[in-house]
């Protein structure tokens, strides 16, 4: 079962909800409640804790939403055509076809130019980077 199936069922088809299993609710909670904090962030905070029984969790998620929505909201309609889709390197981007064909030649360099722009990137963001102490229980002197 994928998000989608499941959004139809909860939304369309709420009666059939009874046939989907709790191994198929536990899969898609993480999906679904992430999806959802856009619109509800409380509610998908008060169900995001470590060790809770996602299936049991989704189906108040079903009890939530279904008297709710007539249909699938718009936060589950993802244009799945448009979306970036991985291709070839950014770095390759910027070159003709006939100097795509002699650098395939040489992939070291494909590599090198990669980390390089990889490195810049690191570099940009270097200022932006917020260091935080982390927490911890302090020994006590004995």
């Not at 999806?35 to 995001?48: D, E, S, V």
């Not at 244009?79 to 291709?87: A, I, V």
């Not at 981007?93 to 100097?99: E, P």
């Not at 722009?117 to 229980?137: C, H, N």
Request: hydrophobic residues 35%.
């Amino acid at each position: 079962m994928n998000i989608s199936q499941l959004t139809r069922i909860i939304f369309r088809d709420s009666h059939s909800y009874k046939t989907v299993n709790d191994k198929d609710k536990s899969g898609m909670f993480f999906i679904l409640n992430r999806i959802m904090a856009r619109k509800h962030p409380l509610n998908a905070n008060t169900l995001n804790y470590n060790g809770i029984d996602t299936a049991s969790a989704t189906d108040v998620w079903f009890e939530a939403l279904s008297p709710r929505y007539r249909d699938v909201p718009k936060e589950f309609n993802v244009p799945w055509g448009k979306l970036k889709k991985k291709g070839e390197s950014s770095v390759l981007k910027g070159f003709s076809d006939k100097d795509k064909q002699i650098l395939a030649l040489y992939p070291e360099l494909i590599k090198e130019a990669q980390n390089e722009a990889d490195e810049q990137k690191l570099i940009e963001k270097e200022g932006t980077i917020k260091v935080t102490k982390k927490r911890g229980r302090v020994a006590k002197k004995k």
